[in-house]
């Protein structure tokens, strides 16, 4: 399926990169509806990824390592930069702002923060309280904030300048549930966070407490009910602009909803299972999925119709990221 209405990246300005079973990591012209090129990576399932705002540099997170690569002068073959000493898998990775230091965080239980000196991350802080795997890692609008998830269901507020925490509130949790993935909205004010059983959790971060009561996997549609993730949920991510909130799961349904008070919740149809994350265009006007069907599929954001879905990849995709800012 092609499309003749999307942004032209020279303006918009939009780089988008996906992972894969097939080893490889793709950078996307959405523009053109086809990827620019691939990166090699064989050194084990990709988990996480980030995009600088500048798309000038790819963070890559997997088993044990993690990879920065230089965008800026084509596709590299090789990382500028690597990281090995690390314990399992690396699940969440992202830049500052300004790509000036970096953050990562995952199965070993610690989160690190990193700056790049020549082809070298060198780790200058370690939060160690976690105490289990790391889940997801989000940065604050203010740049100084990490707010860090856990398997054990605890939420982490680690003020870098003070080098300080507190624990978020976080709902009555069901057996073995915990916040799969952060999102902070883009005025800095709130945070969601989906659990792996489904449920949207709401946080008031001019307060630090729980914003109302968390959504449950099944809503009402149109008054009608629904179970919109009916089995694990992965990803929650709100658009730059601050307007939705799209969730997914391990399952083919998924879900956009307005972000100022969820209503208006518009069913999406993944197409595939295992939608590990999904992604916005930095204007907002786009957001894109895929998942275990290997495809890339396009959404406008406005009416929340599949506007293209391109094929690329091998096997099922693991990983996806914009640079868009959130």
Not at 89 to 98: D, L, P
Not at 210 to 235: K, Q, T, V, W
Not at 303 to 316: F, L, M, N, Q, S
Request: hydrophobic share 35%; aromatic share 10%.
């Amino acid at each position: 399926m092609g499309s003749s209405n999307l942004s032209d990246p020279q303006t918009d300005g939009t780089i988008l990169a996906t992972a894969s079973y097939d080893q490889t990591i793709r950078v996307w012209d959405v523009s053109k509806t086809v990827h620019s090129g691939s990166i090699s990576h064989s050194e084990g399932q990709v988990n996480s990824m980030s995009l600088t705002s500048n798309a000038r540099q790819l963070a890559v997170g997997s088993w044990q390592k993690i990879r920065v690569y230089d965008l800026g002068a084509g596709l590299p073959k090789d990382p500028i930069a690597t990281f090995d000493n690390l314990f399992k898998n690396v699940t969440s990775i992202g830049f500052e702002m300004h790509g000036r230091w970096m953050f990562a965080g995952g199965d070993d239980m610690f989160c690190r923060v990193f700056e790049m000196r020549g082809n070298q991350l060198i780790c200058q802080r370690i939060f160690d309280k976690s105490q289990s795997s790391i889940t997801s890692i989000e940065i604050a609008t203010n740049q100084v904030d990490l707010f860090i998830a856990n398997a054990s269901g605890d939420v982490f507020r680690w003020d870098l300048r003070r080098d300080d925490y507190e624990r978020l509130p976080v709902p009555v949790m069901g057996t073995q549930e915990c916040i799969q993935k952060l999102s902070v909205h883009p005025s800095g004010q709130k945070m969601a966070g989906m659990t792996n059983k489904g449920r949207l959790v709401h946080w008031d971060l001019k307060t630090q407490s729980l914003h109302d009561r968390p959504l449950e996997c099944s809503a009402a549609l149109n008054g009608d009910p629904i179970s919109f993730l009916n089995n694990y949920g992965l990803s929650c991510r709100y658009s730059p602009n601050g307007e939705h909130i799209a969730l997914c799961g391990s399952d083919t349904e998924a879900v956009a909803l307005h972000a100022d008070d969820f209503s208006r919740r518009t069913p999406l149809n993944f197409g595939s299972v295992w939608n590990w994350d999904c992604a916005f265009s930095c204007d907002s006007r786009h957001m894109f999925s895929a998942g275990g069907d290997f495809k890339l599929r396009i959404w406008d954001t406005t009416t929340w119709e599949r506007v293209a879905e391109i094929d690329g990849h091998t096997k099922p995709v693991t990983a996806l990221c914009s640079n868009a800012r959130y």
